[in-house]
């Protein structure tokens, strides 16, 4: 109040007043223009004066202090008037006078505040940073997941003893403590978390992993000793930690011995939940896509006593993952999510889940009122090879070599009995691809034969082969191709035990890397003699394979040279269309036609760079090079 008493005083507004010298001044007092004048501020020689004129006008100047000045005023009819000095507000100098020690003592209460709240944060660091999700929130279950029954089912007995406990208390059985779930990305494992939480009707608690471990030693304990305490407040109830293995992998793992602060906070995780004091009525779940690299001490029974497996879904899992996520979707008529389940071998429920959403942008990007199947396989191709690059220019040279390329691998694949069918073969670049053929199984597998792994090398190569008897040159194209190649050809001989020269043993311990927590490097147990004779037998496979290709090229020359001018028409061939053109029948419509959003489009393919060792797994997005089989 004081301030603004002391600003409006200081700060009013005042009348404007002219400047006037004391020459003008005596002119105007000779003329007799002056009506009054006010003397005020005298000094010793002078004093400030303020006066009006005749016309209204005020000024002010400065005048000698001399009495004989003011009688010549005086009888000018000057109407003359001394004031004494303007004494300052009490206000203003109340507040000239406490202004500074009202600073220093706001500036005292502002620091204790800060340092208080300073403190409070200090002491927040042990607070669990977990989030409840109740009843209040939109509740997921299990008939919102689709496509892991057996999953379901492992978990109904968690979700059937957080409803009625007595029955099992009666019988005298103990529930599992701790239930993790592993599987690869995208597999829904915290989805199902979620559902278990929505079906039995308890607050869930969620926290990552790497929320635990903070800057400050011994943050990570308390941390879990909190989380804890408020699922204790709240039992029944379930708590869930995501990527688990970001706090709980193998201790004494690694460089230095491990990780003082992140092994006080597992420790401390696996008191809680299998210690000395038992926490009733709490059930502990987690996720992690690695549980080989967990610390034993954790996975005991009595702890994560309950391993479920997600699997990638199969065939009749991915129709009814569809289904789910297009639900609220318009669909048009000729959608057939069985048709597109069959063109997604190896997609995790979440690849399936974006599929549907891109389908449904491409659709509202083309202002249609539902979404069809052109929209779907559209956004399958987009997922697995990234989206088309209209704005790529390829000269007519480099486009000439890449459909021979394209054409080597459809047309040898085409011939071998073991390689998957051919889907489509296209030239159109799609992320970092310039070209690409397509093969898709027919069938889920999870099991890969000599026979198959060597004739899809012979087809990974026919690329290169075709362009080396065409053009009698070869370009960088084949690099990818390369890559996958000799990368199955040494699983092959070292995973698989699949070569005739070494015999059926495996060389080489796959796991074993210091950012999975386990050792420092792969381990090498195999001498120098074995691994020059891995080297020539990786090195007389692929020449095999490769001679093996360039020898079915030969043989069929002209159907080569068919199937690569018709790709050149008509940038893009499906299965029908290739499967004439090897029958030696020129396509009779082989017009050439612009390909739009989301016509002439395929599904995905499998991955050449995994090699299927153990199931048919999605391939990740193109990488970025110019050709991709």
Request: hydrophobic residues 40%; glycine residues 8%; negative net charge.
């Amino acid at each position: 109040m004081f301030v603004a008493i002391s600003l409006v005083d200081l700060f009013a507004p005042k009348d404007q007043l002219t400047d006037m010298d004391f020459n003008r001044f005596l002119s105007h007092v000779e003329k007799g223009e002056i009506i009054s004048i006010t003397i005020t501020d005298q000094k010793s020689a002078t004093g400030a004066a303020i006066g009006t004129l005749k016309d209204g006008t005020k000024f002010k100047t400065v005048i000698p202090i001399d009495p004989e000045l003011y009688q010549h005023l005086v009888a000018s009819g000057v109407v003359v008037e001394l004031r004494l000095p303007q004494e300052p507000s009490i206000w203003v100098s109340l507040l000239t006078n406490m202004l500074p020690a009202l600073l220093m003592v706001g500036s005292f209460f502002y620091m204790m505040q800060q340092t208080q709240g300073g403190g409070k944060q200090v002491m927040q660091f042990g607070r669990s940073r977990a989030k409840l999700q109740t009843d209040s929130h939109q509740k997921v279950t299990f008939a919102d997941v689709a496509g892991c029954d057996e999953a379901k089912e492992e978990l109904q007995e968690i979700v059937d003893f957080l409803r009625y406990p007595k029955k099992y208390v009666e019988m005298g059985a103990r529930i599992p403590k701790g239930v993790l779930l592993f599987g690869a990305p995208g597999t829904g494992k915290t989805y199902l978390a979620k559902a278990v939480a929505g079906e039995a009707g308890v607050p869930f608690l969620s926290i990552s992993g790497s929320d635990f471990v903070e800057m400050f030693v011994g943050v990570g304990a308390a941390r879990v000793r909190d989380l804890f305490e408020q699922a204790k407040k709240r039992a029944p109830a379930i708590v869930f930690i995501d990527e688990i293995d970001a706090v709980g992998r193998m201790r004494g793992a690694g460089m230095g011995g491990g990780h003082d602060e992140r092994e006080q906070t597992l420790n401390q995780l696996l008191v809680e939940m299998d210690g000395f004091s038992v926490n009733q009525g709490i059930i502990v779940m987690a996720a992690t896509n690695r549980p080989d690299i967990l610390d034993p001490a954790l996975l005991r029974p009595g702890r994560f006593d309950r391993q479920v497996v997600l699997d990638k879904p199969d065939l009749k899992a991915r129709v009814e993952i569809l289904k789910v996520h297009s639900r609220g979707k318009p669909l048009a008529k000729d959608v057939n999510l069985e048709t597109l389940a069959k063109a997604t071998p190896g997609f995790t429920p979440a690849d399936l889940e974006n599929v549907i959403n891109e389908a449904a942008l491409l659709a509202a990007r083309h202002r249609k009122r539902r979404i069809g199947m052109q929209e779907l396989e559209e956004a399958v191709q987009r997922v697995v090879a990234g989206p088309r690059k209209k704005s790529r220019l390829i000269s007519p040279k480099e486009k000439r070599v890449i459909a021979f390329h394209e054409a080597g691998h459809a047309l040898v694949a085409n011939k071998l009995p073991n390689a998957d069918p051919v889907h489509e073969v296209a030239i159109i670049s799609r992320g970092g691809a310039l070209g690409y053929t397509l093969q898709l199984p027919t069938e889920d597998r999870y099991l890969i034969t000599k026979s198959e792994i060597l004739d899809r090398v012979t087809s990974t190569l026919a690329g290169r082969a075709a362009e080396e008897i065409i053009f009698n040159e070869v370009s960088s194209g084949a690099a990818n191709d390369l890559e996958v190649a000799t990368r199955l050809v040494r699983r092959m001989i070292m995973e698989f035990g699949m070569s005739e020269k070494l015999g059926p043993l495996t060389f080489g311990r796959k796991e074993g890397q210091v950012f999975l927590g386990r050792d420092l490097a792969r381990e090498r147990d195999f001498s120098e003699e074995v691994a020059a004779a891995i080297d020539q037998e990786e090195s007389a496979i692929i020449k095999q394979c490769y001679e093996r290709a360039k020898q079915i090229l030969s043989e069929h020359r002209d159907t080569l040279i068919l199937i690569a001018e018709t790709l050149l028409e008509k940038e893009t061939l499906k299965a029908e269309e290739l499967e004439r053109l090897m029958a030696g029948k020129p396509l009779e419509d082989a017009e050439p036609e612009p390909v739009k959003s989301g016509q002439d489009v395929t599904p995905s393919h499998e991955v050449l760079e995994e090699g299927l060792p153990k199931e048919v797994q999605r391939p990740g997005r193109v990488t970025p090079v110019p050709e991709v089989q």
